[in-house]
């Protein structure tokens, strides 16, 4: 059972709870629709069967083990152009949660959290653009919470990090603090510059080199920047100058 929060600024106050769901997403999606909804609400379940992951891929996650929920938001105040800020948001908030419990927590870009090299949240947001405006957004997050085991070899849990066994729970409430936290943030205008700081020095590779595949090529790097439209640009150390890549364009290699 998840309980909604009431003393969150928005992130919360409402949660649907499904036992068991296709793909929150397309639940959010369905509500989106139909019009009537609090900005703020929360769609979970405990079995997520058709978890939908980036670029097409699937998210699998074990029954009953793990947190799966789409949040449905409002940034209307955004602008079409700014809304990787609100991939930056939610990482960093995702980021904050995971490091409640551990020293190496990172965002991978664009918006996975990964603790000690491995994946334990992935985020996948559905916008809908009216004009120039965001006017609604679906925030799909799964979070690797007290699962085991794993076929992907790159793949954790929180649970298996810590050697701790976790009440569902209490973790979808702290983690819907530091997500309401974090969208606090990017309401209030005036702190986006640090919000795109903070996203920066929280980033795997930043101030560290790391090797990624570009165009079948192996290439190793920093992270430099990353440009108001959401694209990585990379420091080559393997051969000099700048790489600025989108979307699919790089794949990071393990060390
Ligand atoms: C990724 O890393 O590829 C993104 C994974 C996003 C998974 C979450 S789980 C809850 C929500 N519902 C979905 O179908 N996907 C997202």
Known sequence: MYNSI?????????????????????????????????????????????????RGTEWVADPGQNLTFSVILKPG???VGDQFLLSQTVALGICAYAALYVNDAKVKWPNDVHVNGKKVSGVLIENSIQGSRIASSIIGIGVNINQAAFTNSYATSIGRETGRQFVLSEEFQKLLRCLDHSYADLKSRTLHDRIR??????????????????????LEGTVSHVTLQGKLVMKLLSE???????????????D
């Open 197 to 218: 700081k903070d996203y920066l020095t929280n980033l795997f590779g930043y101030n560290h080199a790391v090797r990624f595949k570009y165009q079948d090529r192996v």
């Open 6 to 54: 009431q003393d969150t600024l928005i992130i919360g106050k409402k949660v649907i709870y499904l036992p068991t769901c296709h793909s929150t997403n397309d639940i959010a999606a369905e509500i989106v629709h139909a019009g009537l909804f609090d900005e703020g609400t929360i769609v979970i379940t405990d079995n997520q069967v058709k978890g939908r992951g980036q």
């Open 77 to 79: 105040f955004l602008p």
């Open 240 to 254: 000099s100058g700048m790489l600025e890549v989108g979307l699919k364009e790089i794949e990071w290699l393990k």
